[in-house]
């Protein structure tokens, strides 16, 4: 299956590990420096490197602590466990030609409506929350959209390009740009993989698994777009993931 990439991810991914790569040699070259600078200097710099050291600690626990989560708490998906979605599932990673199926969540976080991917210790994991999965009853389509679109990430390894070019976060903006570009890319993915559902599984997003169904869609859209103000595109370019009318308006163009 070709991966409708969205047009602007490559773009920002680009920019970001352009950016990153300077910012890497800046630093090595202040360590270089500082191995020969004055005490003061050192003890001025020391705690920058503290605050960095931590943030890095709390990424890594972070995951620790959700990837435990999952395997503690979490119901794993297989083919003993809810087979059917599985095998849809299996069978959408092997379309994207994935090698690796990654380990399949269902976890409880009352009511909300969410899906994720998250990479750690090498290997990824997605999980799906159990008021999104309870759909497979009554419009199991949406959630292989949904589903699709988790695997998306993991295709275009999108956890480890965050990682590799974490430094270009300092750019403002850009770090969420590239998100949202990602999203969009994912959505096509989602898209691609179900039959129908990539609409309605945005729509339950927006409105909820039982009244999504009773959205006017185009309406939603053209609402949408007449609140349009200066503070919604500030929001928006500050927020990862794109607003729901914008992902609907894209996916109906693909």
Known sequence: MKVRVNKKENFYFGIKAVIS????????LLIKALSSADERIVAMIAPLSVYVIMIVLYVFFYKVFIVGYLKGNGVEITEEQFPEIYQSYAG?????????IPPL??????????????????KNYIAIYSDIFDMIETDVEAVK?????????????????????????????????????CEYTCDNIGHDLSDGGSEKGLLVLAAGKSLYKKV?????IESAKKRRSFSVKFIEACSSHPFLPNRIKNIKNV
């Open 21 to 28: 790569l300077v910012i890497l040699c800046i630093i090595m």
């Open 92 to 100: 959408m990673a092997k379309e994207l030609g994935m090698k690796k």
């Open 105 to 122: 969540f269902l976890i409880q976080q009352g009511g909300a409506l969410n899906a994720f991917a998250i990479r750690f210790s090498c």
């Open 145 to 181: 959209f949904i589903l699709g679109h988790e695997l998306g990430h993991v295709k275009r390894h999108h956890m480890s390009k965050r990682f590799w070019t974490a430094f270009s976060s300092v750019v403002p903006f850009l770090t969420a740009a590239y998100s949202r570009s």
């Open 216 to 220: 006017n869609v185009d309406k939603y």
